[in-house]
């Protein structure tokens, strides 16, 4: 049995995706800029791409943007909300953000005060923090909806409330890359600014990204070029992925409240299951996303965990590294989880392609690899 | 402008009868380095070996690769021609035209050897004659015979050579004229460096890595295949073997002192080496030892990881510093991939304070607690040739 358990990380295309983008390579290959009946013909399939993909976030199909990835999305969202950044503005995001938009606010600092939000063991940023943040200088404001390593949800409408009650000209950028097509988002109701996806994490090809920008903002590019997506993002779009992207957010729509709800009862299962094995914490908030599960073991080294699981055809990624010269991760130590339970931390993400009968499979040999690494690394 | 390589051995003569094996060892090993070029012969010509190839492009790439052959003392690249006086003569103004072309040459020397006594003229002679016509061509130079800034050299044997340049190479002994021993390679900077050096001296190299899996991961022995790989451009062909030592770990956990696991494990290792290299009849090993430079480093302590074993252990790196060490990793290219972050051996294994000065009889004692001779066979069935 083959168990993949790192849907987070990327995840495995779908049929349906696979035969999508076999046909666009077959009969759509030609330039959506070409003038020709080969071109229109791939823009008008872009253009259905765009329609699906606008259909999970309630947006229009015209506010949405391909890019080459989620990174990508991130990098333009923010850096184009910047253009006119002046020294006394500040801007504000979260310690537990994706490498992505953190290392992007990194750079930042050098031109202005870069603020970020501390977050509760349970991976929610404080709202009354956030409320003194805030000012009449704050140009940005960044937070992800689901992160990465724990799957913490935060509380979009009222995240949006308390900013544009203390600065109406703040923009805010959503990083939703983890929750895109597994969360209920509607632009309409939640007045964030811009917001990013990816494709390879709903079963979609890799390469492939957008990003929400409402009617109205101004984005300003971070590449120039033939003026694709608007001018937005220059370069000749990745067709045939955004086609199989689209199908793939199809699917997801069609299917939403299914799909969800299997991958929440599937996440309750795990957690139960892993109850059992003594001496474990579970990261992930009961009231997180329905695909990620953070748990971590006592004197578990997670690297040497995920090196037992793979040789049983099971693959889960760690929280943290077991080497000493390895960074600890960001994430685990801003919700305060203690430093033995940190070296042991793994990640199971769970996709479309799970179901209930590799639970006993995959419970029956963490117990088991727990039990041999604990005789291992506990002493006498 | 090159077409033929002429290669001249190094310490050969030596080797007295033997000459003739090594020299055909040789020819096989450039052979060997250049299997990915088409069109490419070697043969011998009295006393040299000639690397001779259709694509004038590919010849730096191909005096690259040959360089990089132990027992080899010089290449030099060369036009090959017939021995027609009139072809020779175009053929070095055509030479000397090409190498005004690359460095400013304000005085020349021709040199000629005729190894064929039937060619017409006597060495002198042509030399006087092929400097004549180099000084009707290029009115600018002039022919100095004790420090010109170029010497061109005319070999007239079978065929003619005509060469300027003498590529120094790594010198060393041939593969295979000394023996063969087993490297202890991990995924570190040193054991690399002392494969290499041993290799030089002509011995041909078996290696053997340890590994802990699943404490480490699938990447370090991603990471071993490649160091292999690059002492292959140097070593020939390697055979690696690879141990998983799990199991003695976790008895020596299990049954021993912490501080004491790092000399313990090295003594395993050591007797387990020793155990493939007598399979394989190998007739020692070698480790990248640099004295003092860890833990297991100290006189003590690998004085009592030798006394493991009767087996010879050469320790190339002994009285070198890390910094010269590193030198050398940087100069065979084993460098970067030695610092790549995955380990061989989790720190789960690692002592928080390993012993310096270790006791031959309480370490013996402490192995008293383990069934060494299990273990042994317990891990070698984990043996793999990667």
């Known amino acids: 049995m083959l168990v993949y358990l790192d849907n987070s990380a990327t995840t495995k295309v779908r049929d349906e995706v696979l035969k999508e983008i076999i046909d666009a390579h077959e009969n759509y290959y030609g330039n959506p800029s070409s003038l020709h009946r080969m071109g229109h013909k791939v823009e008008k399939k872009i253009d259905e791409a765009r329609t699906l993909s606008a259909k999970l976030i309630g947006a229009k199909p015209e506010e949405i943007y391909f890019t080459g990835g989620g990174t990508e999305s991130n990098n333009i969202a923010i850096f184009g909300h910047l253009s006119n950044l002046k020294e006394y503005n500040n801007v504000i995001t979260t310690n537990i953000e994706h490498p992505s938009v953190y290392n992007v606010f990194k750079q930042l600092e050098d031109r202005c005060l870069v603020k970020y939000l501390e977050t509760d063991e349970n991976g929610k940023i404080n709202i009354d923090e956030l409320h003194n943040m805030v000012d009449e200088n704050t140009l940005l404001i960044s937070i992800m909806h689901v992160n990465n390593e724990i799957g913490a949800v935060q509380e979009l409408n009222e995240i949006t409330a308390i900013i544009k009650r203390k600065n109406k000209n703040a923009k805010l950028h959503v990083d939703a890359v983890q929750s895109y097509g597994k969360i209920k988002i509607d632009v309409n109701k939640t007045p964030l600014d811009t917001l990013s996806f990816s494709s390879h994490k709903i ?27 608007r001018g937005i993002r220059s370069g000749t779009e990745n067709t045939t992925g955004i086609i199989g992207f689209g199908k793939a957010c199809k699917l997801m729509y069609d299917n939403f409240d299914e799909e969800v709800n299997k991958l929440y009862g599937l996440k309750n299962t795990y957690i139960k299951r892993l109850e059992e094995i003594e001496d474990i914490k579970i990261n992930s908030p009961i009231d997180g996303a329905p695909h990620i599960i953070s748990v971590s073991f006592k004197n ?17 990624s760690t929280g943290s590294a077991c080497s000493s010269k390895s960074k600890d991760s960001r994430i685990l130590e801003a919700i305060k989880l203690s430093k033995e339970y940190r070296a042991g931390t793994i990640r199971i993400s769970l996709g479309h392609f799970n179901n209930f009968e590799e639970v006993d499979y995959v419970i029956d040999n963490i117990k088991k690899s727990v039990k041999d690494i604990r005789s291992i690394t506990k002493r006498g | 402008m090159y077409n033929i390589a002429a290669v001249s051995f190094g310490e050969l003569f030596l080797k007295g009868k033997n000459r003739g094996k090594f020299e055909q060892k040789l020819i096989e090993q450039i052979k060997y380095a250049l299997k990915e070029f088409n069109h490419v012969s070697v043969y011998k010509d009295s006393g040299k070996v000639y690397v001779e190839t259709k694509n004038e492009e590919d010849m730096d790439k191909i005096v690259e690769k040959v360089r990089k052959i132990f027992g080899i003392s010089n290449i030099s690249p060369s036009v090959k021609t017939s021995k027609d006086v009139d072809i020779i003569i175009e053929k070095t103004i055509e030479l000397f035209r090409y190498l005004l072309s690359k460095e400013d040459i304000k005085t020349f020397k021709i040199k000629t050897k005729r190894s064929d006594k039937e060619f017409p003229l006597k060495s002198m002679d042509f030399s006087a004659l092929v400097g004549g016509k180099i000084l009707e061509n290029f009115s600018f130079v002039k022919v100095d015979v004790h420090t010109p800034d170029v010497e061109v050299f005319i070999d007239i044997k079978k065929c003619c050579y005509i060469s300027s340049e003498r590529i120094k190479t790594l010198g060393g ?4 004229s000394n023996g063969k021993a087993l490297l202890l390679l991990s995924g570190g900077i040193d054991s690399p460096v002392a494969g290499y050096m041993i290799a030089k001296r002509g011995v041909e190299i078996d290696a053997l890595y340890f590994h802990t899996y699943p404490f480490t991961s699938e990447r370090a022995n991603e990471k071993v295949i490649k160091l292999k790989q690059k002492l292959e451009e140097y070593c020939g062909k390697i055979k690696l073997y690879s141990v998983n030592m799990l199991e003695i770990h976790k008895a020596i956990r299990e049954f021993c002192k912490e501080e004491e696991t790092t000399i313990l494990a090295r ?16 007739d020692m ?13 100290t006189m003590k302590s690998m004085a009592v990881i030798e006394d493991a074993i009767n087996m010879p252990i050469l320790k190339p790196l002994v009285g070198l510093d890390k910094s010269e060490i590193i030198e050398i990793a940087r100069e065979i290219d084993t460098y970067e991939t030695s610092i790549l972050p995955y380990d061989d051996c989790c720190s789960v294994f690692a002592p928080q304070h390993p012993l310096i000065n270790p006791k031959l009889e309480s370490i013996k004692r402490s192995e ?10 317990k891990v070698l069935s984990t043996l793999e040739i990667l």
């Open chain 1, 203 to 229: 079963h979609g090809p890799k390469g492939v990204g957008g990003l929400f920008i409402r009617s109205g903002i101004k984005i300003t590019p971070l590449i120039y070029g033939g003026g694709q997506e």
């Open chain 1, 300 to 316: 578990v080294p997670g690297e040497v965990l995920v090196h037992y699981l793979e040789d049983k055809n099971i693959f889960v």
């Open chain 2, 173 to 176: 002994l041939p593969l295979g």
């Open chain 2, 267 to 282: 003594r395993f290792m050591m007797r387990i080496a020793e155990k493939i290299a007598l399979e394989n009849k190998i």
């Open chain 2, 285 to 297: 090993l070698i480790t990248g030892e640099s004295l003092g430079q860890v833990a297991s480093q």
């Open chain 2, 368 to 377: 008293s607690n383990l069934n060494v001779e299990e273990l042994i066979e």
